[in-house]
């Protein structure tokens, strides 16, 4: 198979970037997107050429690593995976690739395609979490009844990569999905209730503060959510921000 | 309480609110309306009380533009900060592909929808004012119907207002059930909701238009 790419290339987070075309042959249907970034890495290595910058780690559709806005959507046409999961079957002979990395003013670019997405961390780190006593008479979690839809719900949001997506797809870059699964993942349990107001209050305030943008509903973060996190963790979030505010 | 104020999920709120607020007053708009097309007494009727009534002029009026107001600003407001959470635009972006047309742009139906209403207050809203308070003529309650007839004359006026009308008909298809999810109605009864407010977003502007064509097509 052979492809022009056009690529983002930027040398650092302060200098300016640019679009590339790279012409590449002999790419297989059956290799990852990330593999045929590897070839294309190869190829400018043993031309002397820089190589293009990418975040990629477990390639299993996993950590959230890989990014990547492919042809005007994150991680590329399919529905429900990550890059490194997209295989380069989905592609014809031929076809130009329009490689960018995920925008939004609160993931600033690091270099080439790869971005800064510790905003996340620090939504995280405002609330994201339970204390949980530790000293040695640790309560097993499981030994705690929750009913079966609560406890599925709480896995599902869970399941969030925080893999930016969702920010990456909203026209607004709102981080709203993201966060809300966090949220949800621990209000819908009994071990989340301790720290369920200051939780809410505490990420939402450094979700604004980190600059995303306004959710609108569009839906667009749900459809493009590799791990299929649904608009009812959003509408969970904004029951729980109201009812935190009026307590707090 | 003080992110209930400023933060992101109350400027949501605000909006649902406010939303929900015009949705109200569009219902009893196009009601009051649709009487015209039956009959002309009712309509003076409703239209003599609606312009006298204290309550209704010094109390539900300024909220009613208020409401408005607030709705339009908050959404120019929030298309502003929107827009600048993405400094750098994406050089190809497939918005379509996961999103609705009619959910990626409500700033342009609004900004129709807020086109139309100026021409709305400048057809009958200030004429209003100027006849009551200005020029102080003696109440006529016979007077609201043959005005409305004589509005709806204007060729041009009436394809502005059915376009109008088609712009808020796709405003209020996104936006009345995302209203809901704003407010965090988010359950197994979602889906019907968004039914409901989809014949809504399709019924009263229909019936808008239907009450501007059957005048003009009957007042010639």
């Not at chain 2, 409305?148 to 009308?165: A, C, E, M």
Request: glycine fraction near 8%; hydrophobic fraction near 45%; charge should be neutral.
């Amino acid at each position: 198979m052979k492809l022009n790419l056009k690529i983002w290339r930027q040398n650092d987070a302060k200098s300016k970037g640019k679009m590339v075309q790279y012409p590449l042959d002999g790419v297989d249907g059956d290799m990852s997107f990330l593999e045929m970034l590897d070839v294309l890495n190869e190829e400018l290595i043993n031309k002397g050429e820089e190589p293009v910058e990418f975040d990629h780690d477990c390639r299993e559709g996993i950590c959230g690593a890989c990014s990547l806005q492919i042809n005007g959507e994150p991680h590329g046409p399919d529905r429900k995976i990550t890059t490194c999961q997209l295989h380069m079957r989905k592609f014809n002979d031929g076809d130009t690739i329009v490689i960018e990395p995920f925008r939004a003013n609160a993931f600033p670019v690091i270099k080439d395609l790869m971005v800064d997405r510790s905003a996340f961390d620090r939504i995280q780190q405002a609330g994201g979490y339970i204390s949980v006593n530790t000293s040695g008479n640790t309560v097993d979690a499981n030994a705690i009844p929750i009913e079966k839809e609560k406890a599925d719900d709480a896995f599902n949001a869970a399941t969030c990569i925080g893999c930016g997506a969702c920010v990456a797809a909203c026209k607004n870059a709102s981080a709203m999905l993201f966060t809300s699964a966090k949220v949800s993942q621990f209000a819908l349990l009994p071990q989340g209730q301790v720290e369920a107001t200051d939780r809410v209050l505490n990420m939402v305030r450094q979700m604004d503060l980190e600059g995303f943008g306004n959710c609108t509903n569009t839906g667009a973060c749900e459809v493009e959510c590799p791990k299929g996190i649904s608009l009812e963790n959003i509408a969970r979030m904004n029951r729980e921000y109201v009812s935190a505010s009026v307590k707090g | 309480m003080s992110g209930l104020i400023k933060s992101s999920i109350a400027r949501k709120i605000a909006m649902a609110l406010s939303g929900f607020f015009l949705v109200f007053f569009l219902l009893f708009h196009c009601t009051v309306n649709m009487t015209s097309v039956f009959s002309a007494d009712i309509y003076n009727q409703f239209s003599h009380f609606l312009g006298t009534n204290f309550v209704v002029q010094a109390l539900m009026q300024p909220v009613l533009v208020f409401g408005i107001i607030f709705h339009f600003v908050m959404g120019f407001v929030l298309e502003i900060k929107n827009r600048n959470s993405r400094s750098i635009r994406y050089t190809q972006y497939k918005g379509g592909t996961n999103a609705a047309w009619v959910s990626r742009n409500m700033i342009i139906s609004g900004a129709v929808v807020l086109a139309f209403f100026g021409l709305h207050f400048y057809d009958f809203f200030i004429p209003e004012l100027i006849h009551k308070y200005v020029q102080s003529h003696p109440e006529d309650p016979t007077r609201y119907f043959p005005e409305l007839i004589h509005k709806f004359q204007n060729p041009v006026r009436i394809g502005l207002y059915v376009f109008s009308f088609v712009l808020l008909a796709l405003h209020l298809w996104h936006g009345f059930a995302s209203a809901f999810q704003s407010m965090g109605v988010n359950n197994k009864y979602s889906p019907g909701l968004k039914k409901v407010t989809q014949v809504f977003a399709i019924v009263v502007p229909a019936a808008f238009i239907f009450i501007a064509l059957f005048h003009h097509l009957n007042g010639h």
